[in-house]
């Protein structure tokens, strides 16, 4: 099956999709993803065929977020611009009609840990880690964002999730509200597949119906408010504190590139 050859492949294998992230970097999220991103879920969605999705990462690693190498160079022009693609990515993610179970073979932070929440079930391969760090760095989440995680989380753990800033394994994942489900490396893929197997069994469009039914209050919030609100986000992405964090692990990551 054809497919963005940037960042992200769609693969056929049956009645279901395999959505595979596939860039350098760890799946680190750039322009490149998003785009690929948005295309591969519309062919998937369009594709009679296919019947649900797996969204998963290739590799170690699911996705650790935001690309801060490639986007702290961005002037604020550039950056509200990846903001408004990168917020329509995940409003497409999470109103995706068809079922969606992300299987976490790796950890899924920050941005990669919002793409997870978008998906009808979570696999997280027990020993990665899922979590919203972006306040550790003070970056806010963005309002769409924002109303996605009060939505998926626990009302009593809400507070703690968003706003300490933790990252989670294993059964603190489930108690969280960031995972589902827990498999072991070796059957993480089974259950996933086994997962989505059980959601296609429905039928289609009382699947598709209910599903937005139920998140038609988070949508019509973030299509009403969303583009209002990314210049208060990026106000806080520009604050000085903020930068100079930004600056500090972008160091540290180039540090790590460094042959030895």
Known sequence: MSSSPQSVTLTREGPIGVLRMEREHGNAINE??????????AEAES????????????????SPGLDLQELAVL????????????????????TFPKPLVAMLQGHALAGGCVLALCADWRVLRRGASTGLNEVKVGVPLPFGVALIVRDAVPKNRLTE??????????????????????????????VSRERLEEFIAKDASAFAVTKRYLRSPVVERIRANNRLLI??????????????????????LQDKG???
């Open 32 to 41: 490149a993803l998003v785009a690929s991103l948005v295309a591969t879920l």
């Open 47 to 62: 594709d009679p065929e296919i019947r649900g999705v797996l969204l998963t990462g290739g590799g170690k690693i699911f």
């Open 75 to 94: 002037d604020r022009e550039a950056m509200e611009r990846f903001m408004r693609r990168f917020s329509a990515a995940v409003l497409s993610l999470y």
């Open 161 to 190: 999730v968003a706003l300490l800033g933790r990252n989670y394994t294993d059964e603190a994942a489930l108690a969280a509200g960031l995972a589902d489900e827990l498999a072991d490396p070796a059957s993480v893929e089974a």
């Open 231 to 252: 210049p208060e986000w990026l106000d806080g992405w520009f604050s000085p504190g903020t930068t100079a964090r930004i600056a500090a692990i972008v160091a540290g």
């Open 258 to 260: 460094k042959p030895k």
